[in-house]
């Protein structure tokens, strides 16, 4: 089977570093692999999404010299595929509408479990729609983090896939599209080691293969916290991309050489010298 991999940005603000990390760490294990690279662009959340930043990132990922092998997909197209995956969860009895507040879930760690609303029905307004999980553990080989395994019941309890605006989940769509797109391997940061697990139990329910996932280190700032692209913090530059590829590559432990090179040659020679049994085996690390 050829390796398929991704990079699935949410257009929440322009490219900044620990995307570009994410990027890059992707494109070099699937290019490692001999494999395809697929962009998919993740803009099923309008009132997160921030006007233009869509369009950035697309436009700025060339200027890294990373060129994806189709074109990109976008979420805010699929919607008819969510309803259709929705539809077969519904029929199957996998999922429970819940018109719960924060309040009624306070006693129970703000979690649901057991697959049924605690509050009443009402008419004013739709329900969201949650998926029942089981106690059993899920477990998967992270390719760089190594076994791991969660019991959904007990981390997150029935999760919320279709939300009371009507939106459905990053989860949901997620995993509705890694299936369409074909991908054999998910590489992306650890802040979402923890939605795994909830995408393996989606794609047992919806009957969908399981890729291969690797959780590259998160890339924080001086105090030990999270770069966040809704901060803003450390975007990158596709007009000057050397500075910032250089650091990226640095930072996931591909030997950068001395001499100036372009962006082509920089690429060339990470690929040449890329060992993804050398990736950095930490959940995450700060940027110098
Ligand atoms: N859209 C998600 C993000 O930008 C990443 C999704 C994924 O790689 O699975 O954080």
């Given at each position: 089977m050829t390796y398929r991999g991704r990079f699935a940005p949410s257009p929440t603000g322009h490219l900044h570093f620990g995307s570009l990390v994410a990027a890059v760490g992707s494109w070099l294990c699937a290019?490692?692999?001999?494999?395809?690279?697929?962009?998919?662009?993740?803009?099923?959340?309008?009132?997160?999404?921030?006007?233009?930043?869509?369009?950035?990132?697309?436009?700025?990922?060339?200027?890294?010299?990373?060129?994806?092998?189709?074109?990109?997909?976008?979420?805010?197209?699929?919607?008819?595929?969510?309803?259709?995956?929705?539809?077969?969860?519904?029929?199957?009895?996998?999922?429970?509408?819940?018109?719960?507040?924060?309040?009624?879930?306070?006693?129970?760690?703000?979690?649901?479990?057991d697959g049924h609303c605690v509050a009443r029905a009402r008419q004013d307004r739709p329900p969201a729609w949650r998926l029942r999980v089981p106690d059993i553990e899920v477990t998967f080989d992270d390719g760089l983090l190594g076994p791991q395994r969660e019991n959904l019941r007990e981390s997150v309890g029935d999760f919320v896939i279709r939300r009371i605006e009507g939106f459905y989940s990053y989860q949901l769509a997620c995993v509705v599209d890694d299936a369409f797109q074909g991908i054999t391997e998910v590489v992306r940061g650890s802040d979402l080691l923890d939605s795994t697990a909830r995408q393996i139990w989606l794609q047992r329910c919806l009957g969908m293969p399981t890729p291969g996932y690797l959780h590259l280190p998160l890339v924080l700032d001086a105090e030990g916290y999270k770069l966040s692209k809704s901060d803003q913090a450390h975007p990158v530059d596709p007009a000057a991309p050397l500075p910032a590829l250089r650091q990226a590559l640095a930072f996931l432990s591909v030997p950068v050489p001395a001499v100036r090179m372009n962006v082509p040659d920089l690429l060339a020679h990470a690929l040449t010298n890329f060992d993804p049994a050398l990736l950095p085996q930490c959940s995450g690390h700060s940027v110098a």
């Open positions: 290019r490692h692999a001999g494999g395809q690279w697929l962009l998919r662009m993740e803009d099923i959340d309008p009132p997160r999404e921030v006007a233009g930043a869509a369009a950035s990132i697309l436009a700025a990922l060339p200027a890294f010299g990373l060129d994806a092998d189709a074109a990109p997909l976008f979420q805010s197209q699929r919607i008819a595929a969510y309803d259709e995956a929705f539809e077969r969860l519904r029929a199957a009895d996998r999922v429970f509408p819940c018109w719960c507040s924060r309040n009624d879930l306070a006693g129970a760690d703000g979690m649901h479990r």
